[in-house]
């Protein structure tokens, strides 16, 4: 992590994830798309998701999470900072002359090659089969369907770990320590995702938020009675409510919300622990 020295009340804290590793390239133009923003605004206009907006503007990188060219080898030719995700991605060069964006894996090196097949070896960066990767392994953008791309462990310093291999599926302890079933046939990565300290970052001040494009959160109690039902009173107040709420009056905070029905309940070995089982 890079600090600063204390030279503003905001620098005191503040850390940023060191980007010394990145390449000095810029983005490939014809692997980028620009998205436009709506600020949390559904197709009327009306906002659906509070405290968004603002932001500098961000390129979107097309990031291959299939990974599906198989049995071709790819050498790293760069590694980038990605505005749309915690992790660094990294740029690969396939021997047919194919560029394609792939979340880097940790210890990603420029000149490191990497290849999908079902006889790679299980090196860090390579792709195979659930079926081939042998228990206690470390791994990272994981298909939840074959064939589907990854779906799931992707964020910055996330990995699941194999436990077990059970007929047609595979025990995965995922990074909330839930342990889930996959299908042996989906593909994952081998290793661990990039940007480990990502979770260190101290954002250090409300306009570095801004720029990030996330609006200031005012708190229900400062608010008036009309607005909130936390509001009102002089000085400050209690609660006043058996369970916490939100603006609109809906309890939070300890409440269930997954689905009954959802699909994948039963690819569910064990659930995670939450706070309040501690």
Known sequence: MKKFRPYTPSRRKMTVVNYGVLSKSRPVKSMTIAIKRHAGRNSFGRVTTRHQ????????????????????????????????????????????????????YNNARVGDTVVTSK????????????????????????????????????????????????????HLKMPSGEVRKMPLGGLATVGQVSNQEYSLTVVGKAGRKRLMGIRPTVR???????????????????????????????????????????????????????????
């Open 53 to 104: 907006g603002g932001g500098v503007k961000r390129l979107y990188r097309q990031v291959d999470f299939a990974q599906n060219k198989y049995d071709i080898p790819g050498k790293i030719e760069a590694l980038e900072y990605d505005p749309y995700r915690s992790a660094f991605i990294m740029r690969v060069v396939y021997v047919d002359g194919d560029r394609r964006y792939h979340v880097a």
């Open 119 to 170: 006889q790679a070896s299980l090196k860090e960066g390579n792709r195979l089969p659930l079926g081939k990767i042998p228990v206690g392994y470390l791994i990272h953008n994981v298909e939840i369907k074959p064939g589907r791309g990854g779906k799931i462990i992707r964020s910055a310093g996330s990995s699941a770990q194999i436990l077990a291999h059970d007929g047609q599926y595979a």
């Open 220 to 278: 229900g109690t400062a608010m008036n009675p009309v607005d909130h039902k936390y509001g009102g009173g002089e000085g400050r107040q209690p609660r006043g409510t058996k369970r916490p709420k939100d603006i609109w009056g809906n309890v939070v905070g300890g409440v269930k919300t997954r689905s009954k029905k959802k699909w994948s309940n039963a690819l569910i070995v064990k659930r995670r622990v939450g706070k309040r089982s501690k």
